[in-house]
C-alpha cells in the first residue's frame, strides 16, 4: 500500500496578489523538491504545474495539495525538513487558520491516484469521526497493518 496525502489552505488573497506572491514565488522549487524526493510516488496538478488553479471547493481561496508517497516515513522527511518546512513555518503570512481538519492521510492501493473527492471525503471523516486508520494525521500514525486489521474487524 501506499500513503495518500491532501492538505488545505484558506488563502489571505488571491493567488495573484500581492499577499501570495512570495508563497507563489516558492512553490515550483517545493514541488521540484517534494518530486525528487526519496518515496514520492504522484501529486495532484493543473496546467500550471501545480494545483493552486484547480477549483475543488466553493470558496475560490481554498486550495488543495495532494500527493501520494511510499510510506509516512518519506511524507515525514520531506514536510519536516530543508526548503519544505522553512516555507512552512511561513504559513501564516499567507493563510488564514481553518477551524476544521485541513491535513488528512490515508492508505491506498498501488498504482491508484486520489481524486480531489476522495480527499475531501477523508477530511470529512476525521471531522466527523476523529483519527482511524481510515484517515489520520501525522498525531496518530496508524500503519497498512492497522487498517488491515480495522477491516477485518469491519467483516
Not at 13 to 38: C, H, K, P, R, Y
Amino acid at each position: 500500500m501506499h500513503l495518500a496525502q491532501v492538505n488545505i489552505a484558506q488563502m489571505k488573497g488571491q493567488i495573484q496578489s500581492n499577499v501570495m506572491s512570495d508563497f507563489v514565488a516558492n512553490l515550483d522549487e517545493v514541488n521540484t523538491l517534494a518530486e525528487s524526493s526519496e518515496g514520492f510516488i504522484w501529486r495532484l496538478k493543473g496546467d500550471e504545474n501545480n494545483a493552486t488553479a484547480l477549483r475543488v471547493f466553493d470558496n475560490e481561496f481554498l486550495i488543495i495539495n495532494m500527493s501520494v508517497w511510499k510510506d509516512m516515513e518519506c511524507l515525514h522527511n520531506i514536510v519536516y525538513t530543508g526548503k519544505h518546512l522553512e516555507i512552512y513555518r511561513r504559513k501564516k503570512e499567507w493563510f488564514h487558520s481553518i477551524t476544521n481538519m485541513h491535513m488528512a492521510m490515508w492508505y491506498i492501493p498501488v498504482g491508484h491516484e486520489p481524486s480531489p473527492d476522495e480527499a475531501k471525503t477523508k477530511l470529512a471523516f476525521i471531522n466527523n469521526h476523529g483519527e482511524s486508520p481510515l484517515a489520520f494525521t501525522f498525531k496518530n500514525k496508524f500503519s497498512p497493518e492497522d487498517l488491515n486489521a480495522s477491516n477485518k474487524e469491519l467483516q
